[in-house]
């Protein structure tokens, strides 16, 4: 293996993993949404969760920080595949 393609796979790798952390938010944000919608007493984990209209505002925010890290990770992806293409 080359030692420039190293390079460009470690920073792939090192690229995508800061986009699994970074990602994080919207996952939690989600879980927690879900949690609240399906749960018998979500206000017993805390009060915001007992309210309809906030579990539907935490399901949506955390679905677009979900979206909004997938299409960042697709970009990521098809970049790479691309320059391997390239490089090939």
Do not use: C, W
């Not at 190293?6 to 995508?16: A, I, M, N, Y």
């Not at 879980?31 to 949506?60: E, K, Q, R, S, T």
């Not at 098809?78 to 320059?83: D, M, Q």
Request: aromatic share 6%; glycine share 14%; charged share 20%.
């Amino acid at each position: 293996m080359k030692r420039g393609t190293q390079k460009t796979d470690r920073e792939f790798h090192r690229r995508l993993l800061m986009l699994e952390v970074s990602g994080i938010p919207g996952y939690l944000l989600v879980g927690l949404g879900l949690f609240g919608y399906f749960d018998d007493n979500p206000g017993a984990l805390h009060p915001l969760l007992g309210d309809a209209n906030m579990v539907a505002v935490i399901l949506a925010v955390g679905g677009a920080l979900m979206l909004i890290n997938l299409g960042l990770v697709t970009r990521l992806i098809i970049e790479r595949g691309r320059r391997q293409r390239a490089g090939a």
